[in-house]
Structure formats: C-alpha cells, structure tokens
C-alpha cells in the first residue's frame, strides 16, 4: 500500500472540506453584511426626519408607500392596485361646529324660547350624528338602564318613540357599589343604543352625581356616528315637562388619503401567503398617541415600525431565492395601524385577492430593538393553527442569537388582528416594547441590527417550513381589550414576551400611578386588590374594577422579594 500517497489524499480531502466550509462561512457573512446594510438603508431613509413620522395621510406617509412600492418593483414583485397602492379614507378629527342647538320651547304666548349656549351649557358627544335637527317632547328615562339578566327596564311604561329621552349619567347606587353589574349597561354608548332601539329620536345626558366625572366634549374621531343628535346638558335637573326641544347637531369631520402599498409574487398556485407591516406612525402626535409630554416633535418610529417594512422590503427580495412555489406571496405595507388598524381593516373588507385563496398571514411590528441580553423574539398567534406549534419545533435557533418565546392569542394591537378575526391563521413578531416606544427618542441609532438580522432569519424558516402546507384555523382564548372598559391605567408597559406568572412590567410611565407608587421596570405584579394577576387576560380584567380615586393595594413581586404598593388611580 502506498502510505504516502494515501496520506496526501487524506490531507487533500481534509484542506478541500475546511477551505469549502470556510468559502461557505465566508458567503454567509457577505450575504449577512449586504442584508444589514439594506435594512439599514431602508431604515435611515423611513425613520428619517424629512418624513416626518409617517402619519397616516400626510406628504411624509405619502413618501414612504412611494419608497415601499419602488423596492417592491425592484425586487421583481407585481404592484398590485392602483399603481402599487390602495388607497382608503379616513376621518381626521370631528369637532362641534357654531351651528350645534339645545333650545327649550316655549308654548305660544309665554314668552322666548331658552337656547343654551354651546361648550358651556351643553356640547355634543361622541356618538352624535353629523348633521340632525329634532324638535320633540322630552322624556326622563332615570338612567336609561335596561337589562333582562339583571331584570331591569328603566323604560317601563314610557312612551320614548319619535320623542328626546333624558338620562342621568352612571346609575343608582354606583357611588356605594362601584364593581355592581349594572356597569355592564351603563356606559354612554350602550345608553344610547337602547334609546335608538326604543325609537327615540335624540338623547341628552345629564349628571346628579358629583362624583360622576362629566364625559368629555372631544368627539372621538373612529366613533362611527349614530343617526340621532346625542349631547351632554351641564345642568343636574330634568327638562320641564310639556315643552318641546330642539336639538341640532352639526359636526366637521375633515378626512385624508391612507395609502396601503401591495405587491405580488404569482405562483400561480390556489393559495396566497401575507407577509405585512404597518408603514404608518404618529407623526407630531396629532391624534394624541404619545407617551412622550414635551414640546412639539417627529417621532420617527424607527423600530415602530420601519423596522417591520424593512425586514419585509427583504423578505420580499429573498422569497424569490428560496424556490417557494407552492404559494403565491402577497406583500402588504399597510397605513392607519397606529389609528386604530385602519389599513387592514379596509383591505379585508376590499381585497386585492379572493379572501378565501389566503392561506395565513405573517405580520411583522416592531422587530428592531432585540434586547441585547434577554435576546426574546416574541411570536404571537401560534394557537390560530395546529399547524404553528410543528413548524416551531423544526426550527433550527442558536439560542445565543434568539430565544422565541410565544402566545397563542390571535389578537393584539397590530394588524394580525384584522385577518384573525376573518378566521385566518396568523403570526406576529415582535421583539418586545422599550421605553422609547411612541416618543420621539425612537431613532434609528437604536436599533440592533444584528438582532433584526437574526430575527428575520426565524421568520425565514417559519415561511419555508410551511411551503407546501395548507394550514387550517383555530380559534384562540384571546385578549380582547375592545371589550373591556377601562376607567383607569396603571402607567405601565407590559413586558409581553414574560411567560412566567403574573404581568412583567417593561417600562413605567413618569407621573403615572405606578411611578408615584414606586413600581420599577421588571416587576411583576400579580395582584391588584382582590384580583390575583396570573396574566394578561387576568392583569386587563383586574383594571376594569377600578374607578379614578381608588386607592389600590397591589402585590408585586421583585428581586429582593415581594411586597404590596399602594397604587392610586
């Protein structure tokens, strides 16, 4: 045997195999370096001041669905609607106008008619139609409180159709039972659709309780508008029986173009995967959804969310690469998020592809600011198909790099929710809230780059490990905030990617309860008063028992061990 020829080609083999692995390590880090520098473009330019916050229908939003939709196009994708965009209306504010009237009636010959003056005697409320005028009998209906479960119709015997009901905020007793069911049926908006369903054709809302705080004269821009006028009368008295009321209500309501971006990769195959981010964010706070109480200033959002649009701005470039042929490829920037899912929830009401062809939905918000040492990529909605928890377990993760952690909820506030809630299985990543979010100190500096890198590659896997799938729905025990009325907040951001017992708080709002309280970031409350908190369904529920002025035990747990802050609302 020739010893040392066999021992050359041993030593060949060995230097090929090393110089192919290090050739191999070599183009993976190119590919890395050329990813992060193309997320980095992407969220300079998104993040950048001349946008100015990306607020939903302005020049700086504009702008951004422009920069998606030529990346889009260079990436080989077919821009879908008109020109890559979709474009839907939406209400900017509503304000009472000049022309608003709340009159007493006098009968013929008995002097003038009493016109109450607006924004001091009496404004419009949320729910008041656009524009009516009613003149009618008015009819005290106590507090307009009707529920069968409770055995309760405070409408028994009252004749209110085709008349103006007049009800008294709250109801009886609430001052001694704070937590009675009765609250169930005494908010204002549920007042007034009993009223409507009564035939009524007006509502005014006054107050005898002193300690009932008088609803607030800003009318709430997404309130759909009921088909009567609805006002608050500042005056604790009834209205004079036998006299007719006039009521006018007219509303300005200004509206804007939002602009959803969509673009297609056909396979030609019978279902389509969503791949989406919102693009949108809140600009110089117009609409009041800052933490952040300083002077005027651009929230750039960088990781909420150019950081979304970028990694799908790559995903969208990559998908081609990976040989997916077995779905077709929907991308989606949407607008409106941050204003309550606008965007979304006009694309599903007006899809560009058959709703019934999609076959799930990855949703990506906030992905740019991985913690650098607790490294938790969060992935929501893993119970909205059998199929999800199979395809987690065949990930292959370097837990050093990222550690997934999971919900199964299928709602949130981002814009999985929308699809959801049409029975469609979704994700949503995220990696985790921080104490910049919706202020203008979140900044492109901030974001960890390699963390976004590495948390798109999970998302890769999760598209690939799906290709030739056809995932079917579940519904999930969800959080659903829309259904809980919160008279009061702690002043906290949860921690959502905690998995332990209990609400992990991630960051404390400054001169907000919790801060006067002495709560800190990473602690976790886990009871509030009589609720034990065992999560966020259980957190959320527990708020809804509070009134503002409570004075609140709550039991927190810390490092050092457990102890009870007294918390007031």
């Known amino acids: 045997m020739n010893y040392s020829r066999l021992y050359k080609n041993l030593i060949f083999s060995f230097v090929f195999a090393t110089t192919t692995v290090v050739v191999a390590q070599s183009r993976q880090e190119k590919r890395k370096k050329e990813s992060i520098e193309q997320l980095q473009k992407h969220i300079k330019y998104l993040a950048s001041d001349e946008l100015e916050g990306r607020q939903t229908g302005s020049p700086g939003e504009?702008?951004?669905?422009?920069?998606?939709?030529?990346?889009?196009?260079?990436?080989?994708?077919?821009?879908?609607?008109?020109?890559?965009?979709?474009?839907?209306?939406?209400?900017?504010?509503?304000?009472?106008?000049?022309?608003?009237?709340?009159?007493?009636?006098?009968?013929?010959?008995?002097?003038?008619s009493i016109a109450f003056e607006l924004n001091k005697d009496f404004y419009p409320l949320s729910p008041t139609c656009d524009y009516d005028s009613c003149t009618a009998e008015v009819v005290d209906v106590g507090y307009g409180i009707v529920s069968e479960k409770l055995e309760?119709?405070?409408?028994?015997?009252?004749?209110?159709?085709?008349?103006?009901?007049?009800?008294?905020?709250?109801?009886?007793?609430?001052?001694?039972?704070?937590?009675?069911?009765?609250?169930?049926?005494?908010?204002?908006?549920t007042k007034v659709n009993t009223a409507i369903s009564r035939g009524a054709i007006g509502v005014i809302l006054f107050n005898n309780d002193p300690n009932e705080k008088a609803p607030s004269g800003k009318l709430n821009r997404s309130v759909k508008p009921t088909k009567i006028p609805v006002f608050y009368f500042a005056k604790a008295k009834p209205f004079p029986r036998g006299l007719t009321v006039?009521?006018?209500?007219?509303?300005?309501?200004?509206?804007?173009i939002g602009h959803n971006v969509v673009a297609?990769?056909?396979?030609?195959?019978?279902?389509?995967?969503?791949?989406?981010?919102?693009?949108?964010?809140?600009?110089?706070?117009e609409y009041d959804n800052s933490r952040y109480r300083g002077p005027q200033a651009i929230h750039n959002g960088a990781d909420d969310n150019a950081s979304g649009v970028a990694a799908m701005i790559e995903l969208s470039k990559q998908v081609q690469k990976w040989g997916l042929r077995k779905n077709n490829y929907l991308f989606i920037a949407f607008s409106g998020e941050e204003l309550g899912l606008l965007g979304s929830k006009f694309f599903t009401k007006n899809p560009l592809i058959p709703m019934d062809k999609i076959n799930y939905v990855i949703n990506i918000d906030m992905l740019g600011r991985l913690d650098?040492?607790?490294?938790?990529?969060?992935?929501?909605?893993?119970?909205?198909?059998?199929?999800?928890?199979?395809?987690?377990?065949?990930?292959?993760?370097?837990?050093?790099?990222?550690?997934?952690?999971?919900t199964e909820s299928g709602l949130g506030p981002s814009d999985h929710a929308?699809?959801?809630?049409?029975?469609?299985?979704?994700?949503?990543?995220?990696s985790g809230q921080h104490r910049d979010y919706h202020t203008p100190d979140d900044d492109e500096y901030k974001i960890n780059y390699e963390g976004l890198y590495n948390s798109i590659q999970i998302i890769k896997q999760m598209i690939c490990h799906t290709k030739k799938k056809k995932l079917t729905?579940?519904?999930?025990?969800?959080?659903?905030?829309?259904?809980?009325?919160?008279?009061?907040?702690?002043?906290?951001?949860?921690?959502?990617?905690?998995?332990?017992?209990?609400?992990?708080?991630?960051?404390?709002?400054k001169g907000r309860p919790a801060e006067k309280a002495g709560l800190q970031r990473d602690d976790i409350v886990i009871q509030m008063g009589d609720y034990k908190v065992k999560d966020m369904m259980s957190y959320m529920s527990a708020l809804t028992k509070f009134k503002k002025g409570d004075t609140v035990p709550v039991t927190v747990s810390r490092k050092n061990g457990t102890f009870t802050a007294k918390v007031t609302f």
């Open 372 to 406: 650098s040492s607790k490294k938790v990529l969060t992935i929501n909605g893993v119970g909205t198909s059998p199929l999800w928890k199979e395809v987690l377990s065949q990930l292959e993760n370097d837990t050093a790099l990222v550690k997934v952690a999971t």
């Open 473 to 509: 729905f579940s519904k999930t025990k969800d959080i659903s905030p829309g259904k809980m009325r919160f008279k009061v907040t702690l002043g906290v951001m949860p921690d959502y990617s905690f998995s332990g017992e209990g609400m992990r708080i991630d960051a404390v709002t």
């Open 246 to 256: 006039t009521m006018k209500s007219k509303v300005v309501a200004p509206t804007a």
């Open 418 to 430: 929308s699809f959801y809630l049409e029975d469609k299985p979704v994700l949503h990543f995220f």
């Open 264 to 285: 297609f990769k056909n396979n030609h195959r019978k279902k389509t995967v969503i791949i989406c981010a919102h693009h949108d964010h809140i600009g110089y706070n």
């Open 152 to 189: 309760k119709d405070e409408y028994a015997g009252a004749e209110v159709e085709g008349k103006i009901v007049a009800m008294r905020l709250g109801y009886f007793g609430q001052a001694e039972n704070p937590h009675s069911e009765l609250a169930n049926f005494a908010d204002i908006n």
């Open 62 to 112: 504009q702008l951004s669905a422009s920069y998606i939709a030529n990346e889009f196009k260079k990436n080989g994708l077919t821009l879908l609607g008109d020109n890559g965009f979709q474009k839907f209306t939406m209400t900017q504010f509503r304000m009472a106008s000049d022309e608003c009237v709340l009159r007493i009636n006098s009968m013929p010959g008995a002097g003038e």
